[in-house]
């Protein structure tokens, strides 16, 4: 039983220092300085295209690929539905 205290210690202590190591690496709250860019606190919006997404992805189905609903993506059948590109909108 021991032995078994011990264990829970150490990895006790071993998850108290990655939490602190973690704490004490990230990084702080925003802060304007001179070096910092104009843009940075801007979000990143999504693309005027993803709007004309017509979230499909590619399927293989007796012998042929085809286009099945698949929420943010793209399928674009070649070669008659041979070969298949799938593609993130």
Known sequence: MKKGARYAVRTLM?????????????PTAYTPDPYTSALSSLAVGS?????????????????????????????QLFHGGWDCQPTAC
Do not use: E, I, M, Q
């Not at 071993?14 to 990230?26: D, G, H, I, K, M």
């Open 14 to 26: 071993f998850a108290v220092l990655a939490l602190a190591f973690t704490v004490a690496l990230s």
């Open 47 to 75: 693309g005027v295209a993803a709007s004309t997404c017509p979230d499909k992805t590619c399927d293989f189905h007796l012998r042929k690929y085809r286009c099945v609903s698949a929420a943010g993506s793209n399928c």
